[in-house]
């Protein structure tokens, strides 16, 4: 029958440590970097000159016009902000922010509201009508 060897907790204590290399074990020795201090979350000269370079970068907002041609598209069809949202199938949340310019353009909603109100938000004829042609394939 082999003979087991130590279990990690009894491998790292102070005696076996001692007892390894009489026994012709190899001992491996390491330093463990900022081992008996909690700097996991060490604080970086870099970090303040980061939060400087990074201040310039925010999301692009839905213009103004945009959330203004969404509200007169709305009310022309006589709908309330609630019942755009469900026709689209989003919160009225997001209607609201759409039209007051909160909003982050997400293509895929700007889509479901021009086809809802039959109105261009996207490109450069904003307001204008959508034609109801064939779509390109």
């Known amino acids: 029958k082999a003979k087991k060897g130590p279990t990690a907790a009894q491998a ?4 076996a440590i001692l007892a390894a290399p009489r026994q012709g074990e190899d001992v491996e020795t390491s330093e463990k970097w900022a081992a008996d201090q909690n700097k996991q979350h060490s604080i970086t000269k870099n970090t ?3 939060d400087r ?3 310039g970068l925010h999301h692009d907002r839905v213009t103004l016009e945009v959330g203004k041609v969404i509200q ?3 009310q022309s069809k006589g709908l309330m902000q609630k019942d755009l949202a469900m026709k689209i199938n989003e919160k009225p949340q997001v209607i609201a922010d759409y039209e007051s310019g909160r909003a ?3 293509n895929q909603v700007l889509g479901k509201i021009e086809r809802a109100i039959g109105l261009k938000l996207q490109g450069k004829d904003i307001g204008k009508p959508i034609e109801k042609g064939p779509r390109a394939k």
């Not at 790292?12 to 005696?15: I, L």
């Open 104 to 106: 982050i353009p997400n």
């Open 12 to 15: 790292k204590s102070k005696q």
């Open 53 to 55: 370079e990074t201040e």
């Open 48 to 50: 303040a000159k980061l």
């Open 72 to 74: 007169q598209g709305r």
